[in-house]
């Protein structure tokens, strides 16, 4: 799971969290590491990743892509948010409540 946090409209996926680009490893892994970095707004290399809430929706459908094609787990593509923060409208179908 992704755990996420939620600030000024911007969420972020901790780094830990994040999917690992590997050279020369799996073409899906790779593909999921480019696809959340080219749709996110800040991405440091030893940091939390950020995305605007103008991705939300390409966002959710992004990672819904991704656990029904079989090739990576809901455990890998869902977000994880505190209880204490609303899981946004845009995001309900790939998030739950750590």
């Known amino acids: 799971m992704r755990v996420v946090a939620l600030q000024d409209d911007i969420l972020c996926i ?3 969290d ?3 680009y590997k ?3 799996s073409v899906v892994r790779n593909s999921y ?3 959340l970095k080219s749709i996110a707004c800040y991405t ?3 940091g939390d990743w950020e995305f605007d809430r103008v991705v939300w929706v390409a966002l959710g459908r992004m990672l819904m892509a991704f656990t029904t094609s079989g090739y990576l787990g ?3 593509t869902t ?3 505190p ?3 609303a899981i946004p409208e845009s995001l309900r179908s790939v998030a739950t409540y750590l």
């Open 44 to 46: 440091p290399r030893q």
């Open 14 to 16: 901790h780094q830990d």
């Open 23 to 25: 050279k020369g490893g």
């Open 18 to 20: 994040l999917p690992p």
């Open 33 to 35: 590491f480019w696809a």
């Open 83 to 85: 209880e204490a923060i």
């Open 79 to 81: 977000l994880e948010f």
């Open 74 to 76: 809901s455990s890998e």
